[in-house]
């Protein structure tokens, strides 16, 4: 009976975190998580992945992903979340202007001319 369970628990969870295989719909989540806009979060994914590489970034968006969605997100030790959650955001916001993205105050910045400026 106990094999059972956690087979159909596998199961659920695979068929829950499938749905981020294809498309943006890790960005979708990731700004769902952080209340930001979709492009915003593809823009600071995006950093995130260039900073890591993408082994590195592949398994902490995969940490990411297994203490934020559901059934994780109800179960998951708020310890082990919150360190899932901040090693992928560090990545994500290492520079002013993403912070400034983060919060809203700055949209995307093309070049790295006066990068973390915020226009009047």
Known sequence: MIAGGVAGG???VAGNY????????????VASVLGTSTSV??????AARERLGSPDYERIAAQFLAVTAFPSDVVA???ARDRAIRRLLT???????????YLGIQGA???????GLVRV
């Open 91 to 101: 990545p994500m916001i290492e520079q002013s202007h993403q912070n400034l993205m």
């Open 77 to 79: 030790p708020r310890g």
């Open 18 to 29: 499938g749905r981020f295989a294809l498309g943006d719909e890790f960005e979708e989540h």
């Open 41 to 46: 979060a593809k823009e600071l994914t995006a």
């Open 109 to 115: 910045v093309e070049g790295s001319a006066c990068v």
């Open 10 to 12: 596998a199961v659920l």
